[in-house]
């Protein structure tokens, strides 16, 4: 257990050790349970409450110090702590970022064996042009399936995330606590009116709903992220502990925070991977178990301890953006994000027994499978 000081409050976090080889690398690798993130079960959602509850002490930590509120960390905070009350299973038709599924295990691992082994072949062959950051992203939101928002369904979300969160934001200068209470009575407001009788009103409700509890695994993955960062720094817990060299933190560093920059538009940033933290998402845990994904990790890190100063765990994906070995890993990373999207669709189909298909979806079936044996992975 390794406790945390923020503003003079303890926090105590189960973390785990183990020593990883990436390539000639040689790492210490900390990580927390996922089972102890997602529960979306409120009683036994303590490992994420703890975690909320520290990044919302960092945010007042920091303002002591002069920062400035920033305007989203209310909301943030607001949602991670709904998501034991959100729509699990809908929250993950948004973006998908789940395992092969707990209820059929011995398909899972099965399923997860064969997929381990197409990703090192396919991260064998030669590499194809590398994508940057901006490509990168848009190929992720595109493949990963991102939906689309009509005119009508967003007029509905503004409403409801409004609804959601403005009047609780506000309140909870004066009672975090009863802000807390609001936010969840909220919810379970919206689901009664729009999903009355176990039957979503409309499509534009079902979809909004959706998005929301997305949201609100995102802005855990933000509390665990800005947690990691302050457990990371040179002032945190962790270095000290576990002796970490150099190469542990720029490893962690790259793992476990999410991987953004301040964005040209106001009031907003560049999210090279959509709100998901590498050491979260299945398609990553894919890749760290290969042995050219290993390498290549490995490479990035050599790298990094190569720059004439070290990054801050915060500093990481500005700094080595343009590094030709990060550029390298994002072209594993979208590899291995086919392999685990590929092998998730199987498993589903597997599950729920075969469907009529038709000639057009053999044709883009047949064409995605060409682009990844030719080490493409970018085209439309």
């Known amino acids: 257990m390794v406790r945390y000081l923020v503003q003079k409050r303890p926090f105590d976090f189960q973390i785990y050790n183990k020593a990883e080889q990436l390539g000639a690398v040689a790492v210490q690798h900390l990580w927390m349970k996922i089972s102890g993130l997602y529960d979306t079960t409120p009683e036994r959602a303590g490992n994420s409450i703890e975690l909320v509850e520290c990044y919302w002490a960092l945010c007042l930590e920091a303002q002591c110090q002069g920062e400035p509120e920033h305007p989203d960390d209310r909301r943030t905070y607001l949602l991670a702590r709904l998501l034991p009350h959100t729509l699990s299973n ?58 689309k928002l009509s005119e009508a369904a967003k007029s509905l979300y503004r409403k409801e995330i409004d609804l959601l969160l403005d009047d609780a934001a506000q309140l909870m200068a004066r009672d975090k606590e009863a802000a807390i209470r609001l936010t969840i009575d909220r919810w379970k407001d919206a689901k009664r009116r729009l999903y009355p009788r176990r039957r979503w009103k409309s499509p534009e ?29 040179s002032d945190g817990p962790l270095r000290e502990r576990y002796n970490l060299t150099p190469a542990d933190v ?47 990790l490995g490479d990035l890190v050599s790298a990094t301890l190569a720059l004439p100063t070290l990054p801050e765990p915060q500093e990481m994906f500005a700094r080595v953006r343009e590094l030709p070995a990060f550029r390298h890993l994002l072209l594993a990373v979208e590899m291995a994000v086919c392999a685990y999207t590929e092998r998730r669709e199987e498993i589903a189909l597997e599950r729920t027994g075969p469907r009529p298909i038709s000639h057009e979806e053999i044709r883009i079936h047949e064409e995605r499978r060409e682009e990844r044996r030719r080490g493409k992975f970018r085209g439309k």
């Open 90 to 147: 809908l929250a993950a038709t948004v973006m998908p970022d789940r395992g092969f599924g707990p209820k059929f295990r011995f398909l899972s691992a099965k399923a997860e064996n064969e997929a381990l082994e197409q990703l090192e072949g396919m991260l064998r062959e030669p590499a194809s042009d590398l994508p940057d950051i901006v490509t990168f992203r848009d190929w992720t939101y595109d493949y990963l399936g991102m939906p």
């Open 205 to 233: 409700a079902k979809l909004v709903m959706s998005v929301i509890s997305y949201e609100c695994r995102a802005a855990l993955n933000e509390c665990y992220s800005d947690v990691w960062t302050g457990l990371l720094c």
């Open 250 to 296: 720029c490893f962690m560093a790259l793992w476990h925070v999410i991987q953004k920059a301040p964005s040209d538009l106001p009031n907003a940033r560049f999210d090279l991977f959509h709100g998901h933290i590498f050491a979260l998402h299945p398609a990553l845990g894919m890749l760290i178990r290969t042995p050219t994904g290993k390498e290549l």
